[in-house]
């Protein structure tokens, strides 16, 4: 079932409105991006919209202040979890195609701005891009080697076979758990 609109908005007035806000007025809209799954079934990107432990997602949501929602078939990492969540009370999305839900609660005269930033961010993570050109992954890759802490920089005379740990004599430091 179709929504007839991709904008869906309820208008409060509230005490609690941030200060600095003109009219006072809170209102709170939610938009639909539409994953496109069919046309790329083998990319992945739930992964590329969460980033490192959520990292990425976590900055969209930061950055434009709206809260992002993973929803639809595929949303849950684990197929046999999805099944079982599939048709309970709160998990009727999973009988939708995969697609992300952008909400904001803001002052009127900024969500709309916030919803189509976070939108067009979004709408541009949802591009496929060939793994050797994506600029995107690679720093995400980046972020999880430095989070992992197995970060090497580019032309390091290192390799992956040789201790980080060498003082000036050539003595390797005794490897610790930690």
């Not at 539409?34 to 739930?46: E, K, R, T």
């Not at 046999?80 to 599939?86: I, L």
């Not at 009988?95 to 904001?104: D, F, K, Q, R, T």
């Amino acid at each position: 079932m179709q929504r007839p609109s991709l904008l869906q908005s309820s208008s409060t007035q509230s005490w609690l409105s941030p200060q600095g806000s003109s009219s006072g007025i809170i209102v709170k809209k939610t938009v639909r991006v539409d994953i496109p799954v069919d046309a790329y079934p083998n990319f992945n990107f739930v992964g590329r919209l969460l980033g490192p432990r959520g990292n990425s997602l976590k900055r969209v949501e930061a950055s434009t202040e709206c809260r992002v929602l993973i929803r639809g078939r595929g949303s849950i990492k684990d197929p046999a979890r999805e099944e079982m969540m599939r048709g309970k009370p709160g998990y009727e999305h999973l009988n939708e195609p995969l697609h992300i839900l952008v909400e904001a609660e803001l002052p009127v005269e900024i969500v709309d701005a916030r919803l189509m930033q976070a939108r067009d961010i979004l709408e541009d993570l949802l591009k496929p891009v060939d793994e050797s050109q994506d600029f995107y992954k690679k720093q995400q890759l980046r972020e999880l080697a430095m989070l992992n802490g197995t970060l090497r920089e580019e032309g390091s005379p290192m390799s992956g076979s040789v201790s980080p740990f060498h003082n000036s004599l050539g003595m390797k430091r005794a490897k610790t758990r930690g």
